[in-house]
């Protein structure tokens, strides 16, 4: 139990275009998700919380319009990087929290981004 | 931003051997946690140590945390080659949002 699955696992994409992830919870319910950003070699960066029906919480120095987050489901987050350059090329990785009361958290396998 | 400092950045043993890595933290934790990570890959749940606790165990690892001195240790006994990897300590603040900070990671290599 307990798996939170990345789509895509790796994608490769043009400068100034956008690129969707998706985060899913497979086997049960997550009120908050966390997307994480980590450079090769680093240590993983919160980027922001993402709390089912309502507005993200980003953390300092994360441009909101830049990396959308919709928690549009208890079992379901996407982050949009738009007008992507290279810079943004990055491992993502998501986390689920479950609604249940506890401390866990689960991740997800990570999604590997280019911009070319 | 990066809570934790970690110790050291990186560690190189032959299998067999015990791994002693440290993380130290700033602020009023709730509960610390330690993951591993293959190299590109995502990561690995390994132990939760509480805030009111001081030592806990699961099978080769073991994980003491002094509140005192905001610091932590994972201590791998009997080291596999498998074990290779970077190990990142995480934590959890008071307020219970489930928000981890990480700390900068220490690489792992054992030698066969």
């Known amino acids: 139990g307990a798996v939170v699955s990345q789509h895509p696992s790796w994608v490769i994409c043009k400068s100034g275009t956008s690129v969707k992830i998706e985060c899913r919870s497979l086997d049960f319910q997550a009120t908050t998700m966390f997307w994480y950003r980590q450079f090769p070699k680093q240590s993983l960066m919160l980027m922001a919380t993402?709390?089912?029906?309502?507005?993200?919480?980003?953390e300092q120095g994360v441009e909101k319009d830049k990396f959308l987050i919709n928690h549009a489901s208890l079992t379901l987050s996407t982050l949009t990087v738009t007008s992507a350059h290279p810079e943004d090329s990055s491992f993502y990785i998501c986390s689920a929290h479950p609604t249940r009361i506890g401390y866990e958290q689960y991740f997800g396998p990570g999604t590997r981004l280019t911009v070319t | 931003s990066q809570q934790g400092e970690e110790d050291p950045q990186a560690l190189s043993i032959q299998e067999g051997e015990n791994a002693t890595m440290n993380c130290s933290y700033k602020t009023s934790i709730n509960n610390l946690q330690w993951y591993r990570q293959n190299s590109g890959r995502g990561l690995v749940h390994l132990i939760l140590?509480?805030?009111?606790?001081r030592e806990k165990h699961s099978g080769r690892l073991r994980v003491t945390l002094d509140t005192s001195k905001k610091s932590s240790s994972l201590l791998i006994t009997a080291s596999r080659a498998a074990d290779t990897a970077s190990y990142f300590c995480?934590?959890?603040?008071?307020?219970?949002?489930?928000?981890?900070?990480f700390g900068q990671g220490t690489t792992l290599q054992v030698k066969p």
């Open positions: 995480a934590t959890g603040g008071s307020s219970n949002t489930g928000k981890l900070i």
């Open positions: 140590i509480r805030s009111n606790e």
């Open positions: 993402s709390n089912e029906g309502s507005k993200a919480t980003y």
